[in-house]
């Protein structure tokens, strides 16, 4: 069993930058791969972000590629997600997730691959 708790969302101004973290217990930590996810009002949840359980790894949405980093410290348990030049179509909740299968395109990109997820985190960017 792995819970994660995400925090660092806020509010922030376009333009601007936030990173979020999300910690697990358990000692398997490093043998999952982690990914970011959001959801906005009224919309679907979806993919933003995922990282291989090495952090050799990593896949970016279309929309967020060249703004957000994904990283982990496994010994910390710990996955961040480092947010620039955000955008107010940024906003959302945002959730980490836990995936104990293998790295595999696409099935890092889709929710339903993740076995674990986080209670959410919610990131306002104004404008």
């Known amino acids: 069993q792995v819970q994660l708790v995400e925090s660092g969302g806020g509010v922030v101004q376009a333009g601007g930058s936030l990173r979020i973290s999300c910690t697990a217990s358990?000692?398997?930590?490093?043998?999952?791969?982690m990914g970011w996810f959001r959801q906005a009002p009224g919309k679907e949840r979806e993919f933003v972000s995922a990282i291989s359980w090495s952090g050799g790894s990593r896949n970016y949405a279309d929309s967020v590629q060249g703004r957000f980093t994904i990283s982990r410290d496994n010994a910390k348990n710990t996955v961040y997600l480092q947010m620039n030049s955000l955008k107010p179509e940024d906003t959302a909740v945002y959730y980490c997730?836990?995936?104990?299968?293998?790295?595999?395109?696409?099935?890092?990109?889709?929710?339903?691959?993740?076995?674990?997820w986080g209670q959410g985190t919610q990131v306002t960017v104004s404008s």
């Open positions: 358990g000692r398997t930590f490093s043998s999952y791969a």
């Open positions: 997730a836990a995936d104990s299968g293998s790295w595999k395109y696409p099935l890092y990109r889709i929710a339903g691959s993740y076995d674990y």
